[in-house]
């Protein structure tokens, strides 16, 4: 299937620091997308990135995207303790259908 | 506040009881999902609905049923549910275009059967 893989599962800093959260997909795709998940709520959308881009930029996020390793990553920068969250990168599956799959995420701690 | 909604948040039930999950968004949207979202696991697309037409059933087994009266709200009939579908069950909504633009989700239900 699509279904992304984050890679670390988790991951803990200090407050400050920067975060880098890494996915891989299998197949080819016309947009990647992150979301934020705080524990036990809804997915939070935070940033979409198409197939044509390499990197784009969300206030401190910035995102990139490689299509030839079918790879994308995660930036956090200066993160706070609010950033504590889950995050997850969603790809479609280029059939036109409008089909999103996630992965299992990374579970990132801000320590304050 | 997201403009979609799910109810009941929590919800208990016995392996031969039939319940049901309600979603429903304030967004003018025209598609609608149900996810599954279990420990340790990738989130599970189990339905699509497009324009109240379901477009995808991804191999979800029979007891879980859902429903689209409308493009505004989606229902998730449950009966004779396992334990192991326990689990986070997540409502979304998009404006439908040619590939996948951003979902919006409900806060979800916690579901667990005894």
């Known amino acids: 299937s699509q279904q992304g893989e984050e890679d670390p599962q988790a991951l803990s800093i200090q407050e400050g620091e920067n975060a880098t959260m890494n996915c891989s997909y299998k197949?080819?795709?016309?947009?990647l997308q992150w979301y934020r998940q705080n524990s036990g709520r809804g997915l939070v959308h935070l940033i979409l990135i198409r197939s044509n881009e390499r990197e784009k930029h969300s206030g401190r996020l910035r995102v990139t995207l490689d299509t030839s390793k079918k790879s994308s990553s995660l930036l956090i920068t200066a993160s706070r303790a609010a950033d504590t969250a889950s995050y997850f990168c969603?790809?479609?599956?280029?059939?036109?259908?409008?089909?999103?799959?996630f992965g299992t995420g990374t579970r990132l701690t801000v320590i304050p | 506040e997201t403009g979609v909604t799910q109810t009941p948040r929590h919800l208990v039930m016995g392996m031969t009881n039939k319940k049901s999950l309600k979603c429903e968004q304030h967004?003018?949207?025209?598609?609608m999902y149900w996810y599954k979202q279990s420990a340790k696991k990738p989130l599970e697309l189990m339905f699509v609905?497009?324009?109240?037409?379901?477009?995808e059933n991804n191999s979800v087994p029979s007891r879980f049923s859902p429903e689209c009266p409308n493009s505004s709200h989606l229902f998730l009939h449950l009966h004779t549910l396992q334990p192991e579908d326990s689990a986070l069950y997540l409502c979304?909504?998009?404006?439908?275009?040619?590939?996948?633009?951003?979902?919006?989700f409900g806060e979800g239900s916690r579901l667990t059967v005894l």
């Open positions: 979304a909504s998009s404006q439908f275009k040619l590939g996948t633009g951003e979902l919006f």
């Open positions: 197949t080819s795709i016309n947009n």
């Open positions: 969603a790809t479609d599956d280029q059939t036109g259908a409008n089909n999103l799959f």
């Open positions: 967004l003018g949207h025209n598609a």
């Open positions: 609905y497009n324009f109240k037409e379901q477009t």
